[in-house]
């Protein structure tokens, strides 16, 4: 039995966590982050406080310091094993220590500890990190700030020294003691048109005319009730650049930090192709743990995360190309497949399908994804269809890194597509899982629909492959470039591909250039994207872009203390200390020699609380007393309880429509759902019914002298969905193709005037044009 229960007392200590400060600084497709976590100790005796903490996976951490009293105490990055050490040590003599880790499990958990905080004394602690901005679909970037850590799902065999182990208190979000401030500066040099957020900002303050720099605040009084996410959109963003650092001035040449590093964008023009017609085995993964039944966000209104699955669900299987292979898995703590084994896609292995995904509930428990990855990995291959692999999950797992590894073995034989549903999804999961088998990662938040990115991701993944990847350096004799970055075998269509370089040798004389190509293939042609750069690289005090080259190589190598291979430990332990950057063999400890009180007795502990994002009841009250507890009234709020295989939220979530199988009044859905698998529908009162009209009045119009029942029932459903799913487009988009190809072939000559009468008889004003005479 494992369970998540946090205590605070209503009359307790007051937590010495005060407020969190965090400045940003974003400079093109580049976050620079500082974040200060303010503490107080209000108490009569010295504390040690702890704080457990979520990060992105891509946050390169590279510093540490803490503000005591007026003084300055700067980290210094060490062996974790070592600095553990040193910090209890530190502790002991009566030193004030603090120490920075991330956690063993994942690389998006981190923690801190304050300890012998004197009575009255007030801390900052600031660390500092970069990262790379992603690109969304729509070209914003996208910058996110982790509020939220969710209790995480741990099983029999999930490592022990975990923070994530710690048993923290977790209370309402309108109950959390400290406070969050954030102020984002935004330069670039092509102009900044706006900059959206979920949640309230201050209005954008632009710094100049030309509107290449802006500032926004978060406004006051966030709740971390979610995720703080900017979306900065770029006047142009699609433009292929190469940024040249200088190396740090008293290193040696030859080593990471004492070259000039290279961060390269190029941003493939791969022409889009219509999607093959048979290939490929689509295995869709869909996390049904407890949690599922959460809401896809705080909002009271929104959409429950199963009910999203269950739709996204259908999307996919009517948007599957006819003659391809495809199974459904659910997974909690156990997982349940379709079908024994993929099967071909027909009419019959879908409605089979369609009739499972309908009744499908949040109702298998915890969130272990490894057994049934692995029971996918051992099925057969099914010659001439590639496995394309798509999961989707909250993320709640401890076992990050060991689910990575398995992904990463079978890399070869797949490609993962991974979806973060709601917040606080592991980004570690997420990215990791997608980053080892060259698919890639989602997150779905806020107003996002799961259904519109699984689709968009569908679509991707039905491209042509881009085969011989390829990156070429034009520099001066005696310069070269040293790849950072892993391999690039996979590109896919809109992606922005970011490479790292170390360049070698003598840097030549002012205002020479160099050049950098990337050439790929496509069904038999050659593509090439070139850029050409000053070779004067500019000195920053940060080193960002070596930080960040550092965190890619660390990436490829570092899998935990527990699945990283002996022959990476080493390299990952080097590169970390030689960069800076924190990773799961190193920690940051800052001690204050200064101060030699020595305690008596164990310091007061104190567990800086998080909040719960899953309520919708009020805290349990209960009397108890405990040996760390005196008697009192506690309140007790629980996240998860496994207990005998089942799952219980505790009434902290709605159960509405929890046995309620169907759509509602979503004629969307309803529409999609009565779509046949080779893309036509048929005359019926389910159609008659989302048309809004009666059979008679259909079946009175049809011209049956022109085509047959089945071809007039899909004439008139795909002019509904271009009358009345417009916003929706790409999520019926890859289904009205198969629609229309059935169309033609069944149609012929007739089409023009079948279309012309449907027009007519829906007194629509879509344009004919859509169907591609």
């Not at 965090?22 to 976050?31: L, M, P, R, T």
């Not at 923070?163 to 959390?176: A, G, Q, S, Y």
């Not at 599957?320 to 199974?327: A, E, Q, S, T, V």
């Not at 405990?626 to 008697?631: D, E, G």
Request: with cysteine.
């Amino acid at each position: 039995m494992v369970h998540f229960c946090g205590l605070l007392t209503l009359q307790r200590e007051p937590v010495p966590l005060k407020s969190i400060s965090v400045s940003v600084n974003i400079y093109e497709f580049v976050a620079g982050v500082s974040a200060t976590l303010n503490y107080e100790n209000e108490e009569k005796v010295p504390l040690e406080a702890f704080f457990v903490f979520p990060m992105d996976e891509d946050s390169a951490v590279y510093s540490f310091e803490a503000l005591v009293d007026g003084k300055k105490i700067v980290a210094e990055l060490q062996d974790k094993m070592k600095a553990r050490t040193n910090y209890e040590k530190a502790i002991s003599q009566g030193h004030q220590a603090f120490l920075l880790e991330g956690d063993s499990s994942s690389r998006d958990v981190f923690s801190c500890n304050v300890g012998n905080l004197q009575p009255g004394s007030k801390a900052a602690v600031t660390l500092k990190y970069v990262q790379e901005l992603p690109l969304e679909a729509d070209g914003a970037l996208r910058f996110v700030l982790p509020a939220v850590l969710n209790p995480r799902y741990q099983f029999s065999g999930s490592s022990k020294d975990s923070c994530l182990n710690v048993k923290t208190p977790i209370v309402p979000v309108e109950d959390l003691p400290y406070t969050l401030s954030m102020v984002a500066t935004i330069d670039s040099q092509h102009g900044i048109e706006k900059v959206q957020s979920n949640c309230p900002l201050s209005p954008t303050e632009y710094l100049g005319e030309d509107k290449t720099s802006a500032q926004v605040s978060l406004a006051a009084g966030h709740k971390f009730d979610r995720d703080v996410e900017l979306l900065i959109y770029y006047s142009e963003v699609h433009t292929p650049s190469v940024v040249l650092e200088m190396g740090m001035p008293n290193m040696k040449p030859g080593h990471l930090m004492g070259d000039p590093s290279a961060m390269v964008s190029f941003y493939p023009n791969i022409p889009e192709d219509q999607p093959s017609n048979t290939c490929g085995e689509f295995i869709f993964l869909m996390d049904r743990s407890g949690s599922m039944q959460s809401p896809m966000s705080s909002q009271d209104t929104s959409q429950l995360r199963i009910q999203a699955a269950k739709e996204t669900l259908i999307l996919l299987l009517k948007s599957l190309p006819i003659g391809c292979y495809f199974n459904i898995y659910g997974f909690g703590s156990s997982y349940e497949a379709c079908f024994p084994e993929s099967v071909k896609y027909t009419q019959q292995t879908m409605e089979e399908a369609l009739g499972r995904v309908k009744l499908m509930q949040a109702d298998l428990g915890g969130t272990e994804i490894l057994a049934p990855l692995q029971n996918i990995y051992r099925g057969p291959s099914i010659p001439g269809h590639p496995l394309q692999l798509f999961v989707f999950t909250d993320g709640e797992v401890t076992d990050t890194f060991s689910v990575i590894k398995e992904v990463r073995i079978n890399r070869q034989k797949h490609r993962c597509f991974s979806f973060g549903i709601g917040e606080g999804a592991s980004t570690s999961l997420i990215k990791g899982i997608a980053r080892a088998s060259g698919g890639t990662s989602e997150f779905i938040t806020g107003k996002d629909r799961m259904q519109s990115k699984a689709l968009r991701t569908l679509k991707r993944s039905l491209q042509p492959v881009v085969e011989d990847v390829s990156l070429s350096w034009h520099l001066p004799p005696g310069l070269s470039a040293k790849m950072l970055s892993p391999e690039q075998t996979v590109i896919f269509r809109g992606q922005r591909l970011i490479i790292y370089a170390q360049l070698t040798g003598r840097m030549p004389a002012a205002e020479t250039t160099g050049e950098v190509c990337l050439k790929y293939t496509l069904q038999g042609k050659t593509f090439e994207d070139k850029v050409t750069f000053p070779l004067q690289p500019k000195p920053d005090v940060n080193l960002t872009i070596h930080r960040l080259a550092a965190k890619s190589l660390l990436q490829t190598k570092d899998m935990g203390l527990r699945e990283t291979p002996a022959s990476d430990k080493k390299d990952a332990l080097n590169l970390s200390l030689e960069s800076g950057v924190i990773s799961s063999f190193t920690a940051f400890i800052a001690i204050n020699k200064e101060l030699n009180k020595p305690v008596q007795g164990p310091l007061a502990h104190r567990d800086i609380p998080r909040p719960i994002l899953l309520g919708a009841s009020a805290p349990l009250k209960i009397k108890c007393q405990s040996a760390s507890q005196p008697r009192g009234e506690l309140m007790c709020y629980k996240a998860k309880t496994f207990q005998m295989g089942d799952y219980s939220l505790c009434g902290l979530i709605s159960h509405k429509d929890q046995h309620s199988p169907g759509f509602g009044e979503n004629h969307l859905v309803q529409l999609i759902y009565h779509q046949n698998a080779n893309g036509s529908w048929d005359l019926n009162e389910d159609l008659a019914k989302v048309l809004g009209m009666s059979l008679e009045e259909i079946m009175a119009a049809h011209p049956a002298e022109l085509v047959d029942s089945s071809g007039w029932a899909t004439i008139l459903a795909v002019i509904w969905l271009h009358s009345n799913g417009k916003d929706l487009k790409c999520e019926w988009e890859l289904l009205e193709r198969k629609a229309v190809a059935w169309m033609r072939a069944h149609a012929g000559s007739t089409m023009p005037s079948v279309v012309k009468a449907a027009i007519t008889f829906l007194k629509s004003s879509v344009d004919p044009a859509i169907f591609a005479f």
